[in-house]
């Protein structure tokens, strides 16, 4: 079998999102030997483009899974164009409200003013109730993606979270830490107001152990697509201890450091979702000079602030031999044992930086 991922560009020049197609099976043959899978839409325009790009390139109008790895709007909001302008067997997508009863009653009060609540709460309910109602009103059957979770086929399958960790999630989503927000709003005070630059090279490493991002990125679903023993890793969101725990659960089954081929870097490439002890579990130790698989990000077309990608994080990433191709409003195409494309170029992967972002990127 063969596999192509697509990683198409979304939102302008702050703002961006994830939208990737991707199938695999025998990619010269017909429809019915290849399975099509789309992982989170971006915004609105981003999941236009996926529709259009399934057509042109993947000639079919018929998409059997899509998965919307948590409710972010620069995730979520494109999905309801792809189950509304193609033909989707199953969604997979967490339903908060069926694990919370908290959740349940905010679901409500957001029926009836949606003001009401907080914005964070707000946000996370919002793009998942918009979406199963579309998945409803096109007839869309909708499953979980808690861990275990897996294709008919066992290629495509769920690593976590596992649904218990998911309503730890909830809780702090429905009840925030006051505290640690407030010492993370204070932290990035800090970081802009003292923002430099640190020498890194193949060695040396500036990236820290102690990163930290929200609760509603840690439900993300990471998912592990295998064709042919190729292991390919879609991580959406996902922080460190998100991570840690589908590794638990890789490393149980034999898993070693770098037997991934593909890998997308969390959270569009913040310092704050990967730890160099998780990378090292991930994809070997620091200082490989060899190339051992390609990771991909999906970042803005231009970045002032330099918040995604860190360069810290993607140094981190090649110095394992994973170097990182960012999206920068052009879509990056990954592939084996699949039909040429015209119009696809090379792609150059980030360098590795020796002088590094000190400041409050996310």
């Known amino acids: 079998m063969g596999y192509e991922i697509d990683f ?5 020049e702050s703002s961006g999102g994830d939208a990737i197609a991707l199938r695999y099976g025998n990619l010269y043959g017909s429809r019915s030997e290849q399975t099509v899978i789309v992982i989170d839409g971006g915004y609105l325009k981003a999941g236009e483009a996926l529709v259009e790009h399934i057509r042109k390139h993947y000639n079919t109008g018929i998409v059997d899974l899509v998965v919307s790895t948590h409710p972010d709007q620069d995730h979520i909001s494109g999905l309801r164009v792809v189950l509304e302008e193609l033909t989707v067997k199953k969604l997979l997508m967490h339903l908060p409200w069926s694990h919370s009863s908290d959740m ?34 096109q007839g869309v059957p909708i499953e979980e993606p808690f861990l275990d979770w897996t294709s008919d086929d066992g290629v495509f ?52 152990e102690n990163g930290e991002t929200s609760a509603k990125n840690n439900t993300s679903t990471i998912c592990l697509l295998e064709v042919d023993g190729r292991k390919l890793l879609f991580t959406g969101d996902a922080g460190i201890p998100a991570l840690g725990q589908a590794l638990d659960v890789l490393e ?28 090292n579990r991930l994809l070997g130790p620091k200082g490989q000079t060899t190339v051992i698989g390609m990771a991909f990000a999906s ?19 090649r110095r394992r031999g ?4 960012l999206t920068q409003g052009v879509s990056k195409w990954s592939y084996f044992d699949a039909p040429d494309r015209e119009g696809y170029s090379t792609s150059t992967p980030e360098p590795l930086h020796t002088s590094v972002e000190d400041n409050g990127d996310k």
């Open 8 to 12: 198409l560009p979304v939102g302008d």
């Open 104 to 137: 349940a009653r905010a679901k409500m009060i957001l029926s009836l003013n949606a003001r009401a609540l907080k914005t964070e709460l707000r946000d996370s309910l919002q793009g998942a109730t918009d979406l199963a109602e579309v998945a409803k009103a």
């Open 157 to 208: 399958r769920v690593l976590g979270p596992t649904e218990d960790y998911y309503r730890e999630l909830l809780a702090e989503i429905v009840e925030p830490d006051s505290e640690a927000a407030a010492r993370a709003s204070w932290e990035t005070l800090v970081y802009k107001l003292l923002a430099g630059t640190s020498h890194e090279d193949l060695d040396t490493e500036t990236l820290g």
């Open 252 to 279: 149980a089954e034999g898993f070693e450091p770098g037997d991934l081929r593909f890998v997308q870097v969390p959270h569009h490439g913040s310092r704050r979702n990967v730890s160099p002890s998780i990378l």
């Open 299 to 317: 970042v803005p077309k231009k970045n002032p602030e330099n918040k995604h990608p860190a360069k810290k994080t993607t140094n981190a990433f």
């Open 322 to 325: 994973y170097p990182v191709h």
